[in-house]
C-alpha cells in the first residue's frame, strides 16, 4: 500500500500525519526522521485495525502542488 504522508515544520521539530488513516501521527527531529516514525506508526495502526477486526483504509488521498505567482 502507498498513503499520502503530510511533514510540516513546526516549532522545534517536524510533525507527520497521514490523512487517510485517522490518529496516525509522528514526530521527529528532522524531516528523515518524522518519515522513519510515520512508516513505523503506518506499520504499527494497520496491525492494530487488523487485530481488531477493523477493515484497512484504502489510500485515497491525493497530493498536488500548485504553482501560483506570490
Same mark, same amino acid.
Given at each position: 500500500m502507498r498513503y499520502a504522508?503530510? #511533514?510540516e515544520k513546526a516549532?522545534?521539530?517536524?510533525s507527520a500525519y497521514v490523512?487517510?488513516?485517522p490518529g496516525c501521527v509522528a514526530t521527529?527531529?528532522?524531516v528523515s526522521e518524522a518519515e522513519a516514525q510515520i512508516r513505523e506508526? #503506518?506499520?504499527f495502526h494497520l496491525e492494530g485495525l487488523r487485530e481488531d477486526g477493523f477493515p484497512i483504509p484504502? /489510500?485515497?488521498?491525493q497530493v498536488e502542488y500548485i504553482? +501560483? +505567482? /506570490?
Open positions: 504522508v503530510v #511533514i516549532e522545534n521539530n517536524y490523512p487517510d488513516l521527529g527531529a528532522t506508526a #503506518i506499520e484504502p /489510500a485515497s488521498s504553482d +501560483v +505567482v /506570490a
